[in-house]
């Protein structure tokens, strides 16, 4: 069985985008989702792409990328987070794309891998990406910086809530 992805939408796109203004966000989200869904077949496995709430739109015909709009309540973050932790043993079978910390942190705690949004653009058009001038991607898998005070912290908090 292939990877599950979860993708943190709007994370995503403001990656690929970060100039980007409301009045072209449905266009930018349109384009996200092509690229999204072009991976997806080279991949072969299932995606879904994970945007806050508050929209509904049905996916494309003929797409297999499934569209989430959580409710607008609920974050996407939070939905991200709620769906790995209720997979219990195929989790790990889950790979979630953002570069929210929070929901990295989380997501690993619940067993499932991570990619920074960097990461997957990098993934998704390799070639193309590389010339992309809002393509903030670096290439790199892993940091070579030691963390901060406030991301030790950070690791802190999160274990402190897991021992509750």
Partial sequence: MNTEIIIDGYNLLHK?????GSASLEHCRKKTEA???????????????VYDGGGMRDTAAGAAVLI???ASSKSADRWIIDYVKSLNTSRKMVTIVSSDREVCLYG???GAKCLTSEEFITLLDPVNMKGNPG???SGRKYSDRFLDDREIEQWKLLFERGKR
Avoid: F, G, I, S
């Avoid at 690929?16 to 980007?20: D, G, K, N």
């Avoid at 690229?35 to 792409?49: D, G, H």
């Fill in 16 to 20: 690929l985008y970060p100039a980007v």
């Fill in 35 to 49: 690229l999204v869904e072009r991976y997806r077949k080279r991949a072969k496995c299932p995606v879904t792409v």
């Fill in 108 to 110: 690993k705690a619940y």
């Fill in 68 to 70: 989430v709009y959580t």
């Fill in 135 to 137: 393509c903030q991607a």
